[in-house]
């Protein structure tokens, strides 16, 4: 009697568990995200911006690649446990191309008083007739420096203004005063160095990142680019995120991601000043990041997500977005007097970057699917072997031209802001 | 009787099970990987765009340099710390537990120390500014110094790794009976001669194993080097990860196992070979 008493209350209890389990992950929506992958960001997502989400949700960031096959693989085996992917505007294409994603017209037609900016909504529809991610939070890359840099300002120049030669004399006249190279790039192993060759330098150089790759003004902005590079900080190459060597002093003036910059401006922002990138010959090439929300097809749980995606496009949640982990709104909203000021100035900065009348905007790789990598690469590859190893310009450029086309025409990708439209994949002249 | 021959097959089943299913498998698929072209046909594409990189022979460079400076080092420092422990009989758990710590340490914990030191701003830079050395903060670790990053790498991997080969040492030392040293002392052999010829042939299968497994790790050393080098120190088990991680390529990223795999194979019949025990040879 006694012994098939606590049997039954054995199998009770285990019942009991079993259904708890069962229960949660019914309810819970897995929410995978290739942003906020630094463990202090993701913490802020968890604890802070999904705070007030009526709902269960399990914030999980990945690197871009276990994304991509993560959803890639679910929605093939057809047992799909993600219930939402959050990713970059470039993070999408390939899982497009495999018929992953779901359609979110109707998610998009419920969140009308929104007021997206509509640039945003027609790069969700990824050039088709059908919008596959809603718009979830934007960044840029932008410059901070030192105040105690801006008295090396050569005459006449204004940070706002700045132009690439005036910021080479810049870092000269700081390297003469103090006898260190104060200028820094990001380009450490995980820094984002690339998107400033193809997203700054280029484009201002050349109004274009692929076409006129090789180009005779390619070649001479990349002799400029080393005669500033001589007042580069050589450790350079193995930062990651400019706003550590900033605090720590061992860099004046420093070009990144705003949201990789962001530490520096919140701790200290009497020290610093943010401002837009610099101009070159063809105006002020700058790469706006867009961010957006999307639905796997055959979503364990669609309502909840479509439920998260309101909830994270809201104003207030928009704006905590911004107070905690640096991304900007994607919705008209104005921001709130009690910013932190180290935010204000970023979004100064923006404001600036992209509001002047030499804005040349140009976007995020688009079409290249998973040789987004490779697409990068020959950038990486290019500044390395000009900027640190001395090659040859005309010979690299030659060289590196051939690897871009072949990625182009593997992938048939046509060309992107600013290249001029293409009919076929975007030449490499 | 006869059940009982195949209890011991029948005990090691699962952990030959699990190996084949966790090591064996995926090995066979990253070989697969790296000779297979998108297409699906085979292809020695991958070999060839690996060889023509940017990175490749600086790569595989570093990754031999470091294994070859790196472990002949730790062998000799390890081997004399047990030699040293067994003389001592007061507080010898104490060092036997000091020297081990590093062990418990992760190699990326142990990298992000050692940058903490060489960084500009980091202690080496601040002690030497302190006792007046030098006037502003040396540059370390950057892409004009690569022989700096390689010291800095080879000081962090002594100091992390050391104390594995420390730990199988010890243990093999202890296996060895105290009575042949002191039969040797007894015919009057100096202490260099009994280490000679009774501690070290008795040693060698400790040995080997240390080596086997120090080398072997040390060609896949990545951690440690990434976070003092960056990019600027190439090895292989790096240059694999940023094909699979950075570039999304993962049939160059299985070309760069499979070469990593092919020297840990060759190193490892070499030891069995070139330090063949006396056991061994008689049987």
Redesign the interface.
Known sequence: MKKSKWLWLGLLSTLLVLSGVLAQQTASLLFVSTQFTPIEEAQRMRQVILKDFQGRVEFIPEDNAPFTNRILSEVRAGRVNVGLAGGLHGDFPPLIAAGALDNVDDVLAQLRDRRFSQTFVNLGRMGTANQLYIPWMQATYIMVASRQALQYLPAGASVNTLTYSQLREWAASIQRATGRRMLGFPAGPRGLMHRFTQGYLYPSYTKSAVTRFRSDEAESMWLEFRSLWQHVNPQSTSYDFMQEPLLSGEVWIAWDHIARLRDALNQRPNDFVAFPAPIGPYGRGFMPVLAGLAIPKGSPNRAAAVAAIEYLTRPDVQIATLVQNGFFPVIQVRLPENLPQGIRMGADAIARQAQSNVALPSLLPVGLGARGGEYNKVFQDTFARIILRNEDVRRVLDSEAGNLRRIMNETRAPCWSPDPASSGPCPVN | MRSERYIPYVLILPSVLFLLLLFAWPLVEALLLSVRGSGGGWTLENFQRMAAD?YFRDALKYTLLLTVVIVPLQVVMALGMALLLGSISKGRDLFLYVWTIPLGISDLAAGIVWLAIF???GYLNSFLQGIGVIQ?PQ?W????TPMMIFVAVVAAEVWRATAIVFVILVAGLQLIPKEYSEAAEVFGATPWQRFRKVTLPLLMPSLQVALILRTILALEVFAVV?VL????LPVLAGEAY?W??????PGVAAAYAVIILGISVVATLLYLRLLRSRQDGVA
């Not at chain 2, 699979?244 to 390529?249: A, G, I, L, P």
Request: avoid cysteine.
């Open positions: 940017l960084t500009e701003r502003q540059l670790l950057s892409y004009e990434v080098g960056g990019r600027n940023f699979y991680n950075t570039y999304q390529n």
